[in-house]
C-alpha cells in the first residue's frame, strides 16, 4: 500500500467498509438464530398437534367400543347366535370405522388376553393403547396381514439391517368391559395404522391447514414402526408414497433409544425438512415407533440467503457511493503529496536543485513542502562539501594503497624467506638422522667388511655369499643418502625441460619418510597409471609429497592405511597429472578444513610450526598446479595435487 490516496481511502472507508459489515453480520447472525429458533418452536406446535389428534384417535376409539359393550343392541345381540352375534359386530366395526372388533368371553382365555389392554377391560377399566401386532397375531385377520406387510427399501444414512419386509402391524388397540347379567367379558376393537392413508392425511390437514396461510411451508407427517415409514405423505417419487424407507440413524438412536422428541433439521428421503420426532409407547411402555411433522426447508433458506443478498447489495451501493465522494473531500491533501513525492523522485536521480515550490496551502501540508525545500538545499550545500572531502579521500586513499602495496612485497619476500628457512629445516632434520643412524654404521661394517677379505684373503671364496650380500645392502643404504641429497639440493639431479615422474619420486618419498615417522602398522597402496611427467622441480616436488604423507601418516597416529593414487588428468582443458595423498584417519574438523592452508595454522600445539601445508601450496601453485583437501565419505582426510604436464610431454 504505496500510494496516500489509497491509504486516505482506506482511512476514510475503513469504519464504513470494516465496522459496519461487521455489525451488520453479527445482527444477521442473531437474526439468524433467531429464526432458526422460531422454525424449531413452530414444527414443536405441529408435533404437538399432531400428539393430540393421535391421543383423540385412542380416546374416540375407546368410546366408540365401549359405547358398543353397554348398548342394549349388543345386550339382545349376545342372546342369540353365533351368526346374527357376527353380523351385528361387522356392522358395528363398519360404523365405527374399526378394522376388527370381536367379543371376548370372560371364561376363554386365548393367548390374546396377554396384551394389556385387555388385562385391563377384564379388571373392569376400558383402555386404548399403541400395540404392535406381530405376523402371527395378525394371521387371525388375513386382510390385514395383507395391508401390513410392507418392502423395505434400502435408505441413506439408515441403520443396517437383513430385513426386506415389514410383516408387523401397528395398531390402535381398545378393549373394554362388558358387564351384562347373562355375559361377562372383553369387547376388543382397533384399527391399523399400517399403510392409513387417511389417517395420516389427516393429521397433515390438521397441521399444515393452508400452505399459503402457513407462510408457504410444504408439509409431511408420517407414523414409524419403529424405524420404518407405515403411513406417510412424504413422497418418493412424484406420485409414490415413500412407505418401507427408514429414517436415519442418527434421529432413531435419539427417538427410539434414547426417548427424546427431536427438533432439528432433518434429510427426509429425499431434501431436508424442519423436523419434529415424538417416541410412540405401547401398552408395555416401550418404545416402538415414532410420529413425525415436518416442512420443507427449502423456502426459508431461500428467505434468508435473500436477506443476505439484499444486505450485501446494500452495503456495497453505500460503498460505492461513499468513494467518490471521500476521494473528491481527499484531492486537497492528494495534489501536494503527489507533488512532493515527484519532487523527492527527481531528487533520487540526481537532481539536487529540483524544489516543491509553492503549494498554494497554508496547513500542515503547506509546511511539510516549506521545510522539505529547506532540507533540499541543506542537501545541495552538503553534497557539494562532500565531493570536495571524497576528492582529498581518494588522494589519500591512492598513497595509502601504494604503502600497503609496498608492505605486501615486504611480506611476500619474508614468506619466501620463511619458504627456505622450512625447507632447510626439514634437510637438516632428514640429514642428521642420516649422519646419525647410517653414514657412520655404513662405513663401520664397509671397513670391516675390506678388512675380512684382506685377512682371509683366499679363504674369503666360502663367505662369497654373505660377503656380497653384505655389500648389496651397504648399497642400498647408499641409495637411500643419494636420495636425501638429491631432496637437499634438487638442482643438482634435475634434468633439464624433462619434468618430474611422479610415480618414482613418491616411491622415493616411501624411503624417505621411513626416518622420520615409524610404519610398522601403517598399510600403502599404490595406484599408478601411465601419467605424464609433471612440470616441477623435484625438490620443491620432494618437499610438498613428504610433507603430506608425514601429515597422513600422523593423522592416523602410526596405525592405519594410506593410499597413494598417481593418473593423468586435466584442468580447465590442460593436459596435467593428479596426486591424491589419503589417510584412514579421524578427517579434517569442518571448522578447520578452510584454514589448513593458511600459514602458521596447525592442530598440532608445540609440534611444528604450522607452515608445511602452506609453504607446499605456494609451490605447487607457483608451478602453476592446484592443491585442495576434502574429508573422505568413508573416514580420513584426502589432499589431491594437480600439476601441469612438462613440455617434452606435451610436445608429444
Not at 407462510?215 to 405423505?233: I, K, M, Y
Not at 431436508?272 to 416401550?286: F, K, Q, R, V
Not at 624467506?417 to 663401520?444: D, M, R, W, Y
Request: glycine share 8%; proline share 4%; hydrophobic share 45%.
Amino acid at each position: 500500500m504505496n500510494s496516500v490516496r489509497l491509504k486516505l481511502l482506506v482511512l476514510a472507508l475503513a469504519p464504513l467498509g470494516i465496522l459496519l459489515p461487521l455489525l451488520m453480520l453479527l445482527a444477521m447472525a442473531r437474526w439468524t438464530t433467531d429464526y432458526d429458533q422460531l422454525l424449531i418452536s413452530k414444527v414443536d406446535s405441529d408435533l404437538r398437534i399432531a400428539e393430540q389428534y393421535l391421543g383423540r384417535i385412542l380416546t374416540g376409539t375407546g368410546a366408540g367400543v365401549e359405547a358398543i359393550a353397554d348398548s342394549r343392541s349388543f345386550e339382545t345381540v349376545l342372546l342369540k347366535s353365533d351368526d346374527s352375534r357376527a353380523e351385528y359386530l361387522e356392522q358395528m366395526r363398519k360404523a365405527q370405522a374399526l378394522d376388527f372388533l370381536y367379543f371376548l368371553p370372560e371364561g376363554e382365555a386365548p393367548p390374546t388376553r396377554r396384551w394389556p389392554v385387555i388385562r385391563s377391560a377384564m379388571e373392569g377399566q376400558r383402555s386404548s393403547q399403541i400395540d404392535i401386532f406381530s405376523a402371527e397375531d395378525l394371521a387371525a385377520f388375513p386382510l390385514l396381514a395383507n395391508r401390513a406387510r410392507i418392502d423395505l427399501i434400502e435408505t441413506q444414512a439408515a441403520v443396517p439391517t437383513d430385513r426386506t419386509v415389514e410383516d408387523r402391524g401397528m395398531v390402535v388397540h381398545t378393549a373394554a368391559p362388558v358387564n351384562l347379567p347373562d355375559h361377562r367379558g372383553v369387547l376388543v376393537g382397533g384399527i391399523l395404522l399400517n399403510r392409513n392413508l387417511d389417517f395420516i392425511d389427516t393429521i397433515n390437514a390438521l397441521v399444515y391447514l393452508n400452505a399459503a396461510t402457513n407462510g408457504g411451508r410444504q408439509g409431511t407427517a408420517t407414523l414409524f414402526l419403529e424405524d420404518v415409514r407405515v403411513s406417510t405423505n412424504v413422497r418418493l417419487f412424484e406420485d409414490v408414497r415413500a412407505l418401507g424407507t427408514r429414517v436415519s440413524a442418527e434421529v432413531r438412536a435419539a427417538v427410539l433409544n434414547e426417548g427424546q422428541t427431536w427438533l432439528n433439521r432433518a434429510f427426509v428421503v429425499n431434501d431436508w425438512y424442519i423436523s419434529g420426532y415424538l417416541p410412540l409407547i405401547d401398552s408395555y411402555g416401550e418404545r416402538v415407533g415414532m410420529l413425525y411433522v415436518g416442512f420443507l426447508e427449502e423456502p426459508f433458506a431461500n428467505a434468508k440467503r435473500a436477506a443476505y443478498l439484499t444486505m450485501l447489495a446494500s452495503m456495497a451501493t453505500v460503498l460505492i457511493l461513499s468513494a467518490p465522494l471521500f476521494l473528491r473531500m481527499a484531492r486537497g491533501i492528494f495534489a501536494p503529496l503527489e507533488q512532493m513525492t515527484r519532487t523527492m523522485k527527481r531528487v533520487e536521480r540526481g537532481d539536487l536543485a529540483a524544489r516543491i515550490g509553492d503549494v498554494g496551502q497554508k496547513d500542515e501540508i503547506g509546511q511539510v513542502a516549506t521545510h522539505l525545500d529547506t532540507l533540499l538545499d541543506q542537501v545541495q550545500e552538503r553534497d557539494s562539501a562532500l565531493r570536495s572531502w571524497a576528492e582529498e579521500l581518494n588522494d589519500r586513499v591512492d598513497r595509502r594503497t601504494a604503502e600497503l602495496r609496498a608492505a605486501k612485497d615486504k611480506l611476500e619476500e619474508t614468506f619466501q624467506q620463511l619458504v627456505t628457512s622450512e625447507k632447510l629445516a626439514s634437510i637438516g632434520e632428514i640429514t642428521a638422522g642420516v649422519a646419525h643412524e647410517i653414514n657412520n654404521p655404513v662405513a663401520v661394517i664397509q671397513g670391516n667388511v675390506d678388512v675380512m677379505r684382506q685377512t682371509l684373503g683366499a679363504d674369503a671364496e666360502g663367505l662369497k655369499t654373505e660377503l656380497d650380500l653384505i655389500d648389496r645392502q651397504v648399497q642400498r643404504i647408499d641409495g637411500i643418502v643419494g636420495k636425501l641429497l638429491q631432496f637437499a639440493r634438487p638442482t643438482d639431479y634435475t634434468a633439464s625441460g624433462g619434468g618430474v615422474e611422479l610415480a618414482q619420486l613418491v616411491e622415493d618419498c616411501r624411503g624417505l619418510i621411513a626416518h622420520v615417522q615409524p610404519q610398522e602398522n601403517v598399510r600403502v597402496t599404490t595406484e599408478f597409471a601411465p601419467a605424464p611427467n609433471a612440470a616441477i622441480s623435484a625438490g620443491e616436488m620432494q618437499q610438498v609429497v613428504v610433507n603430506l604423507m608425514i601429515n597422513a601418516v600422523q593423522a592416523m597416529n602410526g596405525v592405519g592405511e594410506l593410499a597413494l593414487t598417481i593418473r593423468p588428468a586435466q584442468n580447465d582443458a590442460q593436459d596435467g597429472v593428479e596426486l591424491t595423498v589419503a589417510d584412514s584417519g579421524p578427517g579434517i574438523d569442518t571448522d578447520n578444513l578452510n584454514q589448513v592452508f593458511d600459514p602458521f595454522h596447525t592442530t598440532k600445539l608445540g609440534e611444528g610450526t604450522g607452515l608445511g601445508l602452506s609453504i607446499s601450496q605456494t609451490l605447487i601453485r607457483q608451478a602453476g598446479g592446484t592443491i585442495s583437501v576434502s574429508n573422505r565419505p568413508q573416514g580420513g582426510a584426502i589432499f589431491s595435487v594437480w600439476l601441469p604436464a612438462a613440455a617434452r610431454d606435451v610436445a608429444q
